[in-house]
């Protein structure tokens, strides 16, 4: 029997659009050791619900990388936040929990989610969990202002016009932005262009590396070198062409990570 691959799906419920980048599910295979992996940052948070004792973690938005091991004895479903967008799940800014992994239970209440969703097929898992996300959603944490000033910088404009844009004083729109999304615009837009260069640099027959950082705004390609650097920790030849479906996942040599588990996260 083949063996069964990881699911992920946008979500299907309007409360949920704009919020919720999408849901997965990982199925568990006890045939496969514990695989060690570097995670680069997205700036997007995401809750993580495995049964295995310790497994449910709620993993903030990411402004470095890190080294992981992935473990695959239990099935895994999880969500993955657009950026600033877990503050209407977990009532909790987004300054306060950058760069942590915590116990589930600290900023959302399990109780037995994690083992029924372990008893689900993918799509009634998926199901179940949109559904959860729906019912706890408070409306009253979303900061639209916010949300919509990342969603232009995502989209391309410009960290330094982006209040113009929307019409809003940058002066309160800075500070509120480091609050909701934990790093301030100019910041933002960096681990963005940052995610947009390694997504083509691993294309399977990617562009000369200068030709993309003309293409993205870095100054040179020494520029667009030093970048990839500093928030993988590897240069951009050692990711050059090889088709990764996981752009924000870097293999590592087996025992090479730092002792941090997530448990079954794409």
Same mark, same amino acid.
């Given at each position: ?11 299907? $419920? ?8 999408? &849901? ?10 514990? #695989? *060690? ?12 619900? *495995? %049964? ?9 938005? #990411? ?8 473990? =695959? ?8 936040? =657009? ?19 915590? $116990? ?15 008893? &689900?097929? !993918? ?16 409306? /009253?944490?979303? /900061? ?24 809003? /004083?940058?002066?309160? &729109? ?12 100019? =910041? ?24 993309? !950082? %003309?293409?993205?705004?870095? *100054? /040179? ?16 030849? $050692? ?8 752009? $924000? =996942? ?6 090479? *990570? ?9």
């Amino acid at each position: 029997m083949a063996a069964m691959k990881a699911v992920a799906r946008d979500v299907r $419920n309007p409360a949920l659009v704009g919020l919720v980048d999408r &849901l997965w599910w990982v199925p568990q295979d006890g045939e496969v050791a514990p #695989t *060690s992996e570097r995670i680069v940052p997205t700036m997007r948070a995401q809750i993580i619900l *495995s %049964a295995r004792p310790g497994g449910s973690v709620f993993v903030g938005p #990411t402004t470095m990388s890190a080294d992981i091991v992935r473990r =695959h004895d239990h099935p895994t479903v999880g969500v993955q936040f =657009h950026a600033g967008a877990s503050v209407p799940f977990v009532a909790t800014s987004t300054d306060e929990i950058l760069d942590l992994t915590i $116990n589930l239970d600290s900023v959302w209440t399990v109780g037995s989610l994690a083992e029924e969703l372990a008893e &689900l097929a !993918a799509s009634s898992a998926l199901a179940r969990l949109e559904a959860e996300l729906v019912a706890r959603v408070r409306r /009253d944490f979303v /900061d639209d202002r916010v949300l919509r000033a990342e969603r232009a910088i995502r989209s391309g404009a410009s960290p330094g016009h982006v209040g113009e844009l929307l019409g809003v /004083d940058r002066r309160k &729109l800075v500070p509120d932005f480091r609050r909701v999304i934990g790093v301030g615009p100019k =910041h933002y837009e960096r681990i963005r262009r940052f995610g947009r260069c390694i997504e083509q640099i691993r294309q399977l027959r990617p562009r000369p590396l200068a030709v993309i !950082a %003309a293409e993205l705004g870095y *100054s /040179d390609q020494a520029h667009l070198t030093r970048e990839v650097k500093h928030f993988s920790g590897v240069t951009p030849t $050692n990711l050059l062409g090889d088709g990764s479906a996981t752009p $924000n =996942h870097i293999s590592l040599p087996t025992g090479s *990570s730092r002792p941090f588990t997530i448990p079954g996260a794409p």
